[in-house]
């Protein structure tokens, strides 16, 4: 097919660094000390890490495990964490370490730990009523539902998406963006009409067709998009998420996997690109005519989990063309990269597609979940899309503090401010220390690095933490920074000094 031939490296001048020519040692000033609108730090943020075991895990979160292991799964534990004490960018755990936190709970605490705005929410006594009657919203929604909405998700709504449906978490907000998409899908077929026949009434009830129709949904290599049955079928990165689980059949095209840096690799990262949206449109094809229709192509802007995965603008733009000529509808799954860490409150913004995409997801830093939908995704029923609780106005109250909060402070901006120290701090230590880290690349402070293999990304996690820095990794050896939307430059080049602290001694 058709590439679209815009110059690949204009478009991602946020997506990676050029290179910088690393002499000597890397020691980076530790100056800022207020926001980008001027305003101080949170009052009492510590100034810095400080580590009081010799191990991370340190004795008492170790003897906590020990304890919560006799009831619970906690094969995913890593530390307990006093959240008493943590505050701001700097999280505490139960041994008394203070730790710069730039994974922020994967990537899901917008104003970091205890906001002095968030917790002065409590003092309103109407406030506390929403935490505790918690309504079943898609029937009983409180008096002040819609002003919420408007202020809070809908202040903030994706260009060109109007109409919103809430859920709790980010699987179930794909999962029911799924269903409205069959719904929609169906009803095409229908030629419009909103009825059901008595054989689609009860064929449905069998699992079997016309009731059940035989959609599927294309996602990507290296993609992830919840652990419910559904979103687990279109989840495509660690085996650990799927093995054993039944699966539907669905289609997965490649993702393009760029070579590092950008600028020497523009013809090749052209050939991947264009060699991965002809394989996307040859499987609609493929599967449309083998009566398993592809009802929608679901993609993140930045693949997460699985390693940090960039494209061009140019992909995003041919994927949506590919789903308007083939009938498919275009979901964006921004779960994780919503709510303003790349730099903008939506990451796709940064593609200017000609047109919304048809469905948004969201969690994580929006604290609710949910999904913005073009108008025709409504179902035309009640009941269609519900459970519930269908979210949860105690979460809608804070977002409104945090949205509020992002504008006063210009947090978008101090995003973008912190996310260049990391980049140029980053690029140069990776020309620095090659034989140990590369391929930096991200967009605001939603950034990633990639250690020489798995061995050296898990050592280099590790180290950090016992120089007070909690960090991530994803993919097979990525290591990823998910800091708070009010992470500055004091605390990006906090991270560098320790991070050449690690690399010089491994």
């Not at 207020?34 to 400080?50: D, F, M, Q, V, Y």
């Amino acid at each position: 097919m058709r590439f679209l031939s815009r110059n690949l490296i204009g478009h991602l001048r946020n997506h990676a660094a050029k290179s910088v020519a690393a002499t000597g040692s890397v020691r980076y000033q530790q100056t800022a000390t207020k926001l980008a609108s001027g305003r101080p730090l949170i009052a009492n943020e510590p100034a810095g890490p400080a580590i009081v075991t010799k191990t991370i895990p340190g004795p008492e979160s170790n003897r906590k495990l020990q304890e919560l292991s006799q009831i619970a799964e906690t094969g995913s534990v890593q530390l307990f964490v006093d959240y008493e004490r943590s505050l701001g960018n700097y999280l505490v755990d139960v041994d008394g370490n203070t730790l710069l936190d730039v994974y922020t709970q994967i990537s899901s605490l917008p104003l970091g730990y205890s906001h002095p705005d968030l917790l002065r929410l409590l003092d309103d006594p109407n406030h506390v009523k929403a935490f505790i009657n918690r309504p079943a919203l898609g029937a009983f929604p409180g008096t002040d539902w819609t002003d919420r909405l408007q202020n809070s998700l809908m202040a903030v709504a994706p260009p060109g998406l109007r109409n919103l449906c809430t859920m709790s978490c980010g699987s179930c907000s794909n999962e029911n963006a799924f269903k409205a998409i069959y719904i929609w899908y169906r009803t095409k077929e229908r030629g419009g009409d909103t009825s059901f026949t008595a054989e689609e009434l009860e064929t449905c009830m069998h699992n079997q067709t016309p009731g059940s129709p035989p959609y599927t949904i294309l996602s990507f290599s290296g993609a992830f998009h919840g652990r419910t049955m559904g979103c687990l079928s279109a989840t495509r990165s660690k085996a650990i998420h799927k093995i054993d689980i039944p699966a539907l059949d669905w289609p997965m095209a490649n993702f393009p996997q760029y070579k590092y840096p950008l600028e020497e690799y523009v013809h090749e990262n052209q050939q991947e690109d264009a060699k991965c949206l002809e394989e996307t449109e040859d499987l609609i094809h493929k599967y449309n005519a083998a009566g398993k229709p592809v009802a929608a192509i679901v993609v993140e802007p930045i693949q997460a989990e699985g390693g940090d995965n960039h494209a061009s603008p140019e992909f995003f733009q041919g994927l949506q063309q590919i789903s308007k000529r083939t009938g498919a509808a275009f979901l964006i799954d921004e779960v994780q990269t919503g709510g303003g860490p790349t730099g903008k409150m939506w990451c796709h913004e940064h593609f200017n597609l000609p047109e919304a995409p048809d469905i948004v997801t969201f969690s994580k830093k929006m604290l609710t979940g949910g999904y913005y939908f073009k108008e025709e995704f409504k179902p035309p029923q009640g009941y269609r899309i519900y459970n519930t609780w269908m979210g949860d106005p105690s979460k809608v109250i804070m977002l409104e503090e945090v949205v509020r909060v992002i504008q006063r402070d210009r947090l978008l901006e101090n995003v973008n401010e912190s996310g260049d120290v990391l980049m140029k701090g980053l690029t140069t230590l990776q020309n620095q220390y090659p034989q140990h880290i590369n391929s930096t690349r991200g967009r605001g402070t939603f950034i990633a690095f990639d250690g020489t293999n798995g061995a050296k990304r898990d050592t280099i996690v590790n180290k950090l933490k016992l120089q007070g820095i909690h960090s991530g990794g994803c993919g097979d050896k990525s290591v990823r920074l998910r800091p708070a939307l009010i992470f500055q430059p004091h605390h990006a080049n906090i991270f560098l000094n320790k991070l050449e602290t690690v690399l010089s001694n491994l």
